[in-house]
């Protein structure tokens, strides 16, 4: 499954427009823009809701760094060692990474070159390290 298409303001009100004109159904306004009933719903909902404004783009994450994005920040007293990280599937930590906390995984873990761990692994099948430093918390 691919991601959603995005559409501009200007063709989510030209639709709304054809809609409310009369010139077209949600149907047809759906097969032409290749988007589903529920799309072009939510799109009348929300014009009528607060007007053009609705379809301003939104701000994104775009000052956060890619290193930001991935670290997890603990507040509230919570420490690394009280933090457990249950995941169903494979559990890879990135080259140079640092990881404190403890992993329960029903897969493997793989730690990749120059990574780091504080913490403990509980791995149902398989352990990996390379070039690693490992230490328990």
């Not at 030209?14 to 799109?43: H, M, N, R, T, V």
């Not at 994104?60 to 457990?84: C, D, H, M, P, S």
């Not at 120059?114 to 149902?124: C, K, L, N, R, T």
């Amino acid at each position: 499954m691919g991601r959603k298409q995005k559409y501009s303001k200007e063709i989510k009100l030209l639709a709304i427009q054809k809609y409310q004109d009369g010139f077209k159904s949600k149907c047809e306004l759906a097969i032409e823009l290749e988007c589903s009933i529920k799309s072009i719903d939510q799109w009348i909902r929300n014009y009528k809701s607060i007007g053009e404004s609705a379809f301003n783009n939104k701000p994104r994450n775009q000052a956060y760094t890619k290193e930001l994005k991935t670290e997890v920040i603990l507040t509230g007293g919570l420490l690394a060692e009280n933090t457990y990280w249950v995941v169903a599937d494979t559990v890879a930590i990135g080259v140079g990474s640092t990881f404190q906390g403890v992993i329960l995984t029903a897969m493997n873990v793989s730690m990749n070159t120059g990574s780091s761990i504080v913490g403990m692994i509980y791995a149902q099948t398989s352990v990996s390290f390379d070039a690693t430093t490992a230490a328990k918390a």
